[in-house]
Structures are given as structure tokens and as C-alpha cells.
């Protein structure tokens, strides 16, 4: 119990349940495919499941290397490039949520010092 402790700790409760919202988003749409699918496809339900518990660990690598390579910089870009872009990247980091997301999970293992 400790350990989930300390790695949420490490995370802002706004930006976990943002990050969550996002990420049920992308739930409901493929589990919705999915159960519509004849049979229904549970390993996809599941694996999804998944995607979406760890998404906001994925999320905070992203968030942690842009921030990396952009410092407080600002980039101004019209809003239709920036939806259709930040649509991409949290479909992609939800995708992929199950390898990138130890990563932010080491990090915050790192980062939080222990209770």
C-alpha cells in the first residue's frame, strides 16, 4: 500500500483525474467497439482497461520530455493543427500506455521521496 502511496503522491490530483477523464474517453470508445464486436472482444476490453488505469503515467513521461526540450517556451500554433495534434499524442500515450507508463512510474518512484 506504501508504494501506490508514494507514487500518487508524486502527482497532482487535478492532473490525475484530467489524465483520467482523457483516458476513459479512449475506454469508452474502443470498449464500446469492442462490445459491439460479434463475439465480444474481451481481451481487448481488458487490455484497454489497462491503457486507461495507466495512462496518466505515460501522460506525465510525455508532459516530463516536453518540457525537457521545450523549458517555459510558449508555441503558438492555430487551434486547428493544435486539436487534431493533442488528439494524436493522448491517443498514441493511451495506446501505449502499457510500455511507456513503468517509465513515469520509475520516475515517480525517484522523484517522491520515501514516507
Same mark, same amino acid.
Given at each position: 500500500? #506504501?508504494? $501506490?502511496? +508514494?507514487?500518487?503522491?508524486?502527482?497532482? +490530483?487535478?492532473?490525475?483525474?484530467?489524465?483520467?477523464?482523457?483516458?476513459?474517453?479512449?475506454?469508452?470508445?474502443? %470498449? %464500446?467497439? &469492442? $462490445?459491439?464486436?460479434?463475439?465480444? #472482444?474481451?481481451?481487448?476490453?481488458? @487490455? /484497454?482497461? !489497462? /491503457?486507461?488505469? *495507466?495512462?496518466?503515467?505515460?501522460?506525465?513521461?510525455?508532459?516530463?520530455? +516536453? #518540457?525537457?526540450?521545450? =523549458? #517555459?517556451?510558449?508555441?503558438?500554433?492555430?487551434?486547428?493543427? !493544435?486539436?487534431?495534434?493533442? *488528439?494524436?499524442?493522448?491517443?498514441?500515450?493511451? =495506446?501505449? &500506455?502499457? *510500455?511507456?507508463?513503468?517509465? =513515469?512510474?520509475?520516475?515517480?518512484?525517484? +522523484? @517522491?521521496?520515501?514516507?
Amino acid at each position: 500500500m #506504501n508504494v $501506490l502511496r +508514494r507514487i500518487f503522491a508524486g502527482v497532482h +490530483r487535478p492532473y490525475l483525474i484530467r489524465a483520467y477523464m482523457i483516458g476513459f474517453l479512449f475506454f469508452a470508445l474502443i %470498449g %464500446g467497439m &469492442a $462490445l459491439n464486436a460479434k463475439p465480444a #472482444n474481451i481481451g481487448l476490453i481488458v @487490455t /484497454s482497461a !489497462l /491503457s486507461t488505469l *495507466l495512462f496518466p503515467f505515460a501522460k506525465l513521461v510525455w508532459d516530463e520530455l +516536453r #518540457n525537457l526540450v521545450l =523549458g #517555459n517556451n510558449m508555441i503558438i500554433m492555430p487551434i486547428l493543427v !493544435l486539436f487534431p495534434l493533442k *488528439l494524436f499524442v493522448n491517443a498514441f500515450l493511451w =495506446g501505449a &500506455a502499457i *510500455l511507456v507508463a513503468p517509465l =513515469g512510474i520509475l520516475y515517480l518512484w525517484f +522523484r @517522491t521521496p520515501a514516507p
